[in-house]
Nanobody, 127 residues
Framework: QVQLVESGGGLVQAGGSLRLSCAAS????????MGWFRQAPGKEREFVAG???????YYADLVKGRFTISRDNAKNTVYLQINSLKAEDTAVYSC?????????????????????WGQGTQVTVSS
C-alpha cells in the first residue's frame, strides 16, 4: 500500500510558476513509476507527466517545455515544476503510483495503469 499526499497548489497569476509535491508513504517508493494527472471542471482527467523508476520523464504534448517532473527517492517525493502558467492549466492536480513494470508514454499516460492516487491539489491560474 502507498499513500500519496499532494501539496503546493494555489492561486497564481498567468505567467507565474508553481512546484507541486507528492509525498509517498512506505519504503518501496523507488520501485514505483509515478504520474501526474489533472482534471479541470467539466472535463475528463488527463495525463500531464510521468516518471519511471529510473527517472525517465514522459510528458503530454500540451505541457512539454513548461512542465518538469522529477523525483527524490530519498525523500519519497515526486515533484512537478510548472512554469509559464496559463488559465487553461487551472485544474485539480493528482499524483499516482504504479507498482507494475511500465515502459513508454503509452503506458505512463494511461490512468488505469496506476493503482494508487492522491486526493489532489488545486491549481488556479488567474488571467
Amino acid at each position: 500500500q502507498v499513500q500519496l499526499v499532494e501539496s503546493g497548489g494555489g492561486l497564481v497569476q498567468a505567467g507565474g510558476s508553481l512546484r507541486l509535491s507528492c509525498a509517498a508513504s512506505g519504503r518501496s517508493f523507488g520501485t514505483y513509476g509515478m504520474g501526474w494527472f489533472r482534471q479541470a471542471p467539466g472535463k475528463e482527467r488527463e495525463f500531464v507527466a510521468g516518471i519511471s523508476r529510473s527517472s525517465t520523464p514522459y510528458y503530454a504534448d500540451l505541457v512539454k517545455g513548461r512542465f518538469t517532473i522529477s523525483r527524490d527517492n530519498a525523500k519519497n517525493t515526486v515533484y512537478l515544476q510548472i512554469n509559464s502558467l496559463k488559465a487553461e492549466d487551472t485544474a485539480v492536480y493528482s499524483c499516482a503510483a504504479d507498482k507494475d513494470y511500465c515502459v513508454g508514454y503509452g503506458c505512463y499516460g494511461r490512468d488505469d495503469e496506476y493503482e494508487y492516487w492522491g486526493q489532489g491539489t488545486q491549481v488556479t491560474v488567474s488571467s
